[in-house]
């Protein structure tokens, strides 16, 4: 059964670069059909896309985050990315992983546990 | 990038109806998806493409739109309803993608 895990450090200093990974087990990502994204979830508070890698290699970004915002995917280790630069307190976060199913209609149909980044010193 | 708003809170009584809404221009062009979401735990697809159900999601969920609205409605929810849903769909320009801000239901 395809599972997606993210990991990565839980803490991060003011102004420096959060990078996380989401890993692929059970399956692939590697598909016309699916795409990984990363969506995050500050404390208390709602959802918020973040980007997308799509299989073809574009890549689309929260316009509020697409100065700062990095994500990239290696199909050979199954394995999307995420680099965050210039962090602060606001970039406080439950950070998840996302398949994007495509079609007809595109959605989230599978979502990792997420993983909590703190930024604080 | 575009707005969807939703009511911050509702509650329904163990058995009775509740419509979830989600309002936004967007919702005109593109279709929208539910997720539920438990404390502690990562969202999970309920609908997709406005009205359809995932395999393993309870028929009392359901899902309907009308121009700049899309709704979920449980009918004859259950104490493990209670959750906080978020639809979600493509912005204006078709590239990204925007959530609700959330809707915390309580069943009484």
């Known amino acids: 059964q395809l599972q997606l895990q993210e990991s990565g450090p839980g803490l991060v200093k003011p102004s420096e670069t959060l990078s996380l990974s989401c890993t692929v087990s059970g399956g692939s990502i590697s598909s016309n059909s699916y795409f990984c994204d990363w969506i995050r979830q500050p404390p208390g508070k709602g959802l918020e896309w973040i980007g997308s890698n799509y299989y073809s290699g574009d890549t689309y970004y929260n316009p509020s985050l697409k100065s700062r915002v990095t994500i990239s995917a290696d199909t050979s280790k199954k394995e999307v990315s995420l680099r965050l630069t210039s962090v602060t307190a606001a970039d406080t976060a439950v950070y998840y992983c996302?398949?994007?199913?495509?079609?007809?209609?595109?959605?989230?149909?599978?979502w990792g546990r997420g993983t909590l980044v703190t930024v604080s010193s | 990038s575009s707005e969807m708003t939703q009511d911050p809170a509702l509650s329904v009584a163990l058995g009775q109806t509740v419509r979830i809404t989600c309002q936004g221009d967007?919702?005109?062009?593109?279709?929208a998806s539910w997720y539920q979401q438990k404390p502690g735990q990562a969202p999970v697809l309920v609908i997709f493409?406005?009205?359809n159900r995932p395999s393993g999601i309870p028929d009392r969920f359901s899902g309907s739109n009308s121009g700049n609205t899309v709704s979920l409605t449980i009918t004859g929810a259950q104490a493990e309803d209670e959750a906080d849903y978020y639809c979600?769909?493509?912005?204006?320009?078709?590239?990204?993608?925007?959530f609700g801000g959330g809707t915390r239901l309580t069943v009484l």
């Open positions: 493409g406005n009205n």
């Open positions: 967007n919702l005109r062009n593109y279709y």
């Open positions: 996302a398949r994007h199913h495509t079609g007809w209609d595109w959605y989230f149909d599978l």
């Open positions: 979600n769909s493509r912005d204006s320009g078709g590239d990204h993608w925007v």
